[in-house]
């Protein structure tokens, strides 16, 4: 049992509560017993002074590569398409041993910028390259994390007009096997899950439209979410018109991804029709706005998006493609960036952080347990120190969160268990795991 006192709480419940001074108990089950304004009188195990905090739930983040920790910058000045057609062939290089110190390292790092839950999307899997889903598995028992990774694929090369080389895909058949059969081997579909699967082919450009319609018959068939990258650049909406006549999302909708066990990744370039069908779907976006400008792909319309009631999380996408990887400082580049488009009102703190937290939740069909601070929800939470030089003065402690610099983490619970305290991994140590994706790193650039 813990019980966290004397500290600001968002609730980030439907009223967006926020405690001033307030307290959560957290039950020896890994779920929330109370929560509420002032002092707690009975109370016993451990009792966390938030004095200078702010307690929050978890951040989610619903869009990432772990893998690509090991391939940071490189290809600095290029578009998507220029991005990723010099980093695929390094990329056909991976195996098991790198996808684990790359995830554990990618891992490491969000739990220290507040993140509490973390998909991963991974679609390469070189035929030599052994269990990569199995690592990168391993390094999220490790940390500590709630996780939930997908097994994505790709089986559109350059021969049949797609963007990756022939030696990065596999063949259709064998990619939709070994989805299920992860699904079979990983998947855990109780409430208190720590590791969930979805299916996740990589994106329209990579991916035949006979492996996007099978895999979505398939994920309802095992009753699994479904993921994929769509409507990132502009690139890919004139790939789309050209190859199938229709834009992005008119081709989800043709091969059965439009839902509200869909998620897609980034969601930039939408315009009216499409966005009212996302919403009409209940189909999800994970915005990733430090990706978005890191590749200058555009800026997502998130205020039409949530106007049109689209479940909305945030991302911070693949290291390679965004060097920050910082989940709480993503709270900040998504008002930043509604707000560029939009002007001041077009985002609050408030609902930045419900992006990052029950807005992930339900992108990941977890909101029923995660995502806000509420009697009978895991304890998934993050206490912010916010005393700093960096944030002291910032009365309002919600907004010092997201517009100050990135916090340090007081202390980070994963169903009730500590991950990070202090601002340090409980389960790892940040220089072995640095150590460990730098290995990682020179393995790869030999065949850069
Ligand atoms: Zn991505």
């Not at 062939?89 to 390292?105: E, K, N, Q, S, Y």
């Not at 408030?350 to 009978?376: F, H």
Request: contains cysteine; glycine residues 12%; hydrophobic residues 40%.
């Amino acid at each position: 049992m813990i019980t966290i006192e004397n500290v600001t709480v968002a609730t980030v419940d439907a009223a967006d509560t926020v405690f001033a001074r307030g307290h959560v108990v957290v039950g020896d089950d890994g779920r929330i017993t109370a929560v509420g304004a002032g002092d707690i009188s009975e109370k016993s195990g451990r009792i966390v002074d938030g004095s200078g905090c702010l307690l929050t739930p978890g951040l989610v983040n619903t869009h990432h590569h772990l893998y690509q920790w090991a391939t940071r910058g490189l290809a600095l000045d290029e578009t998507l398409f220029g991005w990723l057609t010099t980093l695929y062939p390094i990329w056909g290089r991976l195996d098991a041993d790198v996808v684990g110190a790359a995830a554990g390292a990618g891992l490491g790092w969000l739990a220290l910028s507040g993140c509490t839950t973390s998909m991963d999307h991974h679609y390469v899997f070189p035929r030599d390259g052994g269990d990569v889903l199995e690592a990168e598995i391993a390094a999220a028992r490790k940390i500590g994390l709630r996780f939930h990774p997908t097994r994505g694929s790709m089986d559109l090369s350059r021969k049949d007009g797609g963007l990756p080389p022939d030696n990065v895909v596999e063949e259709t058949d064998e990619a939709l096997a070994a989805t299920e059969a992860a699904i079979d081997r990983w998947h855990d579909p109780s409430p208190d899950a720590m590791l969930q699967i979805a299916v996740a082919p990589c994106s329209p450009f990579s991916v035949t439209t006979r492996l996007m319609e099978e895999a979505a018959v398939l994920a309802r068939r095992k009753g699994v979410r479904l993921h994929t990258h769509l409507a990132e650049t502009d690139d890919e909406e004139e790939f789309c018109r050209k190859q199938f006549g229709v834009t992005p999302v008119e081709y989800a909708e043709r091969v059965g991804w439009l839902g509200d066990d869909v998620w897609l990744a980034h969601g930039v370039h939408l315009d009216d029709s499409a966005i009212a069908k996302l919403g009409a779907t209940g189909t999800g976006v994970a915005h990733c706005p430090s990706s978005n400008a890191r590749l200058g792909a555009g800026s997502a319309r998130v205020r039409e998006l949530l106007d049109h009631r689209v479940p909305v999380g945030l991302g911070v996408d693949g290291a390679a493609s965004q060097e920050v990887s910082h989940l709480g400082a993503e709270l900040r580049q998504a008002l930043y960036t509604a707000r560029l488009r939009g002007g001041p009102a077009a985002m609050n703190a408030r609902e930045a952080l419900r992006l990052g937290t029950i807005g992930g939740a339900r992108c990941l069909g977890r909101q029923d347990d995660l995502g806000s601070i509420e009697v009978g929800k895991l304890a998934d939470l993050v206490l912010w120190r916010l005393d700093g030089m960096g944030h002291d003065g910032i009365d309002d402690r919600l907004a010092a969160l997201v517009f100050g610099p990135p916090a340090p983490v007081e202390l980070a619970l994963v169903g009730g268990t500590p991950v990070v305290e202090r601002g340090e991994l409980v389960n790892a140590d940040e220089e072995e795991l640095t150590r460990e994706a730098r290995r990682a790193h020179r393995k790869l650039m030999v065949y850069r």
